[in-house]
């Protein structure tokens, strides 16, 4: 089977899924993509008219299409609908901009929002990388519609229900497997506490720092790496931070490669997140698969990365609950086993996953 993957705003995750899968796939895949340098909104509302005229230039037709959610895939559809028209379309959320959380000062751009929905509706199938993310866009969709004094179509909710499946981000978690030699352990010393999260507000990163002003207070000891994505790094909240603990710093910043990042993960024994967005959690899994114990906000999909009888020991409910539980860390006599993380993480490998793609993918030509 021939797939065309478009990916209007070809970064991250977003790319790391379309490429992951390109190159494990049972079919062909070809990805047809923008880069992020036009910003995502207007890669959004402009993306499906470039997009439409490169899959011209291909010259060949897909048997299946498969788009992410930053393409107006309605658009998309109609502009090639004398060339592709037969070709079945799959449409996978990453994210999606009925319920992303926004800043304060910024206010919901509906008109992104209903892209997505048209992209749904017209959709062959519907494909989320979680379940709470499948329920959370959902029930903002009739939220959505019934804004509107008439002609709601409250019903294309249910029909986009119905289309829908659930489909987790594949992960190369072999990448980040230790080389012989290159095996580092943390047994001895401080806890060390990881955040690798994107340093942006819908992550917190202010309510981590203060957590760990709350733990320090208590008297903890640990050290410290940050290894998450930032934005700025001359933003002064961020060198700020950087300056109000360098006394326990281990790394600081953005790694320069995969295995240099696979190496912090494995030298951290927690890995934190007070997230306010995230509809799967990929860089969770990264980390439990090199064997951090998680402290996760009970929200979110971060219940759904572990089993229910971990929930006490791993996720709290506010700003205490964090710190008792990294408290409890630091005090611990023993680390946990890392081999009870890696197990966790483990599923979501593409060495697994790659055929569930596969299947979902066939069936739609069925």
Known sequence: ?????????????????????????????????????????????????????????????????????????????????????????????????????????????????WINYTSALVADAVIFNSAFHRRDFLGALADLLSRYHDHQELENVEAIAAKSHVLPPGIDLAALDAEPEDRASSEDGPLTILWNSRWEYDKQPGAFFAGLEALEARGANFRLIVAGEHIDPRAPAFAAARERWRQRIVHWGYAPSRRAYAALLRRADVVVSTAIQEYFGIAVVEALYCGCAPVLPRRL???????????????????????????????????????????????????????????VFADMLI
């Not at 909104?41 to 498969?66: H, K, N, Q, S, Y």
């Not at 971990?310 to 860390?329: F, K, Q, S």
């Not at 081999?339 to 697994?352: E, F, L, S, V």
Request: overall charge neutral; glycine content about 8%; proline content about 7%.
């Open 1 to 113: 089977m021939r797939i065309l993957w478009i990916d209007p705003f070809h970064g991250g995750s977003h790319a790391a899924v379309a490429a992951g899968y390109a190159a494990r796939a049972a079919h062909q895949v070809t990805l047809l993509t923008l880069s992020q340098a036009g910003g995502w909104r207007w890669r959004m509302r402009g993306g499906a008219v470039t997009l439409a005229r490169m899959a011209r230039a291909l010259g060949e037709r897909p048997d299946l299409i498969v788009a992410s959610d930053m393409l107006d895939l309605a658009t998309f559809r109609a502009l090639t609908a004398d060339y592709l028209g037969g070709a079945p379309a799959a449409v996978y959320f990453h994210e999606n901009q009925l319920t992303y959380p926004l800043p304060p000062s910024r206010q919901r751009d509906l008109g992104l929002a």
């Open 301 to 359: 999909n971060y219940p759904h990365l572990l089993p229910s009888s971990l929930h006490p020991a791993c996720l709290y409910d506010d700003h205490d609950g964090m710190v008792e539980l990294l408290l409890a860390h630091c005090q611990a006599q023993q680390r946990p086993d890392r081999n009870t993380w890696r197990a966790i993480a483990a599923p979501y490998d593409w060495g697994r996953l790659a055929p569930r793609y596969d299947l």
